[in-house]
């Protein structure tokens, strides 16, 4: 049964619940997202009630942020596989190179650890950690999924690093999203943050729809 988007899907977080219609939906703590978003989904636009775009909202507190609501024309387990893919996961636009380490701790359905380096005037390496589970349904049929990230190790010029999504079946191609991302860096700005949400999601369309992944060279 489709899923309206305007009901709050993960409302009392620090309850770690949520609203899935009429189910309350309990997070695993370590896959809640990390604040209630603030960006509104796409509107309806060329007849369709769910178009395959996003909307950003950003600003700065302690840290800056960066708030996403979107649809991708894919069902979940799709949508799903393409946001496991580490090369998704990565800042392509910045990032000098990065490596996929497997051998971490397994708290969730999938965990990896990417080692990534930025090349710029000083050279910065540091650890990105990624969890998933599966929230709603089976890893062979998901109807709702938890995703975070964040700086594990590395580089002191990086206070914090964290992101969030959360990601729900609303028709039977059609995913929800809804991505949270934070930094605490005095090397970021609030233009790259927007770039990487941004890049993350036209890369899961991308992948989603079999396609190569958008260059920045």
Same mark, same amino acid.
């Not at 909307?55 to 800056?64: A, H, I, P, R, T």
């Not at 636009?93 to 996929?100: Q, Y």
């Given at each position: ?13 620090? $309850? $770690? ?106 050279? $910065? ?46 028709? /039977? ?10 930094? /605490? ?33």
């Amino acid at each position: 049964m489709p899923i309206s988007p305007s009901r709050t899907l993960f409302a009392a977080l620090p $309850l $770690l619940v949520g609203c899935w219609g009429n189910k309350e939906v309990e997070f695993p703590p370590g896959l809640e997202p990390l604040a209630v978003n603030t960006a509104p989904w796409p509107e309806p636009a060329g007849g369709q009630d769910y178009p395959e775009a996003i909307e950003l909202v950003s600003g700065e507190d302690e840290f800056l942020w960066v708030h996403a609501r979107a649809y991708v024309h894919a069902g979940l387990s799709t949508t799903w596989e393409a946001l496991r893919d580490p090369e998704v996961n990565a800042d392509r636009r910045r990032l000098a190179s990065w490596e996929v380490d497997y051998d971490v701790p397994q708290a969730y359905d999938y965990c990896y650890r990417l080692h990534v380096v930025v090349e710029d005037i000083v050279t $910065l390496r540091w650890d990105i950690d990624w969890n998933h589970g599966v929230i709603i349904g089976s890893l062979d049929e998901p109807e709702a999924v938890g995703i975070r990230w964040f700086k594990s190790e590395g580089s002191s010029l990086i206070d914090m690093q964290a992101g969030s999504i959360s990601a729900t079946q609303l028709e /039977d191609e059609v995913t929800a999203l809804e991505i949270i991302y934070q930094i /605490d860096a005095p090397v970021t700005t609030e233009e790259d943050l927007l770039e990487f949400v941004g890049d993350l999601f036209a890369d899961v369309v991308a992948w989603s729809h079999g396609e190569p992944l958008p260059s920045f060279d």
